[in-house]
C-alpha cells in the first residue's frame, strides 16, 4: 500500500536555529508534494506544493527563504525551517501523491520552539 | 481563496447516538476528504469523496458537489469516536488541500 513517512515525529529546537524535517514516500510515486503546517489551536494551512521537475509554488506568507525545500526524486522531500522562533511552532504534515491521484499523508512532525 | 467551512464546531453526544458533521466549501472541488485526527496530531484518512456517498463501517460520507457541500454521518457512536474530525477539500483545477478548521467531537457514556 501508499505510506509516507516523516523524520523526525518530534523535535526541539532553541530560538534562531534551523530544523529540517524529511518526508519519505513508499509503495507509490510521489509526483507531488505538499508541506502544511497547523500552528496550535488552528487547522492547516499549505506551506508549498512541489512537482518533480517544475518550480516549489510557495503559499502567501511562507517563503523559500524561510522554509527551503527540496524534491529530488519521486520518493523523498525535506523541508528545513530556518531561523525558528516561537510562531514556527506546531505540526508539519507532509501530502504526497501522483498526478491526479488521492493524498496520502504522513504522521507529521511536531516542532518545539525554545 | 479556497474556503472550507465546517460545523458544528463541536459536537456533544451520548454514546449510541449518530453524528453528523457538515462540512461548506467555496470553490467546485474534485474531491472532499474527512480525516480524523488523534490527540498526537496525526491524521487518520476516513473517506474520499468525489460526489456522491460513500460507506464504510459506521462512517458515511455523502457530497453534494453542485451545492459545494459534505457531511460525515457516524452511526451508533462510540465514546473512542471522540476528536477532532477535519474535512479537506481539493479544488478542480488545483491539487491544493483545504482543510476546514475541524469539528470537535465528544462522546459521553
Known amino acids: 500500500g501508499a505510506l509516507v513517512y516523516q523524520y523526525p515525529r518530534r523535535t526541539i529546537c532553541k530560538s534562531g536555529t534551523s530544523m529540517r524535517m524529511e518526508c519519505q514516500a513508499v509503495?507509490?510515486?510521489?509526483?507531488?508534494v505538499a508541506w502544511y503546517r497547523q500552528s496550535p489551536q488552528k487547522t492547516f494551512e499549505l506551506i508549498a506544493l512541489?512537482?518533480?521537475?517544475?518550480?516549489?509554488?510557495?503559499e502567501q506568507n511562507f517563503t523559500q527563504e524561510k522554509f527551503p525545500i527540496s524534491h529530488p526524486n519521486l520518493s523523498f522531500s525535506s523541508m528545513t525551517v530556518l531561523n525558528a522562533y516561537l510562531e514556527d511552532r506546531g505540526l508539519y504534515l507532509c501530502?504526497?501523491?501522483?498526478?491526479?491521484?488521492?493524498?496520502?499523508f504522513g504522521p507529521g512532525t511536531r516542532l518545539t520552539v525554545l | 481563496g479556497q474556503q472550507v467551512q465546517q460545523s458544528p464546531a463541536s459536537l456533544v453526544l451520548q454514546e449510541g447516538e449518530n453524528a453528523e458533521l457538515q462540512c461548506n466549501f467555496s470553490?467546485?472541488?474534485?474531491?472532499l476528504q474527512w480525516f480524523y485526527q488523534r490527540p498526537g496530531g496525526s491524521l487518520v484518512s476516513l473517506l474520499s469523496?468525489?460526489?456522491g456517498t460513500k460507506h464504510t463501517g459506521r462512517l458515511t460520507s455523502t457530497t453534494v458537489t453542485k451545492e459545494r457541500r459534505g457531511s460525515l454521518h457516524i452511526s451508533s457512536s462510540q465514546i473512542t469516536d471522540s476528536g477532532t474530525y477535519l474535512c479537506?477539500?481539493?479544488?478542480?483545477?488545483?491539487?491544493?488541500?483545504?482543510f476546514g478548521a475541524g469539528t470537535k467531537l465528544t462522546i459521553k457514556p
Open positions: 501530502g504526497a501523491w501522483t498526478g491526479g491521484a488521492e493524498q496520502f
Open positions: 509503495g507509490f510515486q510521489a509526483t507531488s
Open positions: 512541489s512537482t518533480v521537475n517544475s518550480a516549489i509554488k510557495y
Open positions: 470553490s467546485t472541488a474534485t474531491r
Open positions: 469523496n468525489p460526489s
Open positions: 479537506a477539500m481539493e479544488a478542480y483545477g488545483n491539487e491544493k488541500i483545504t
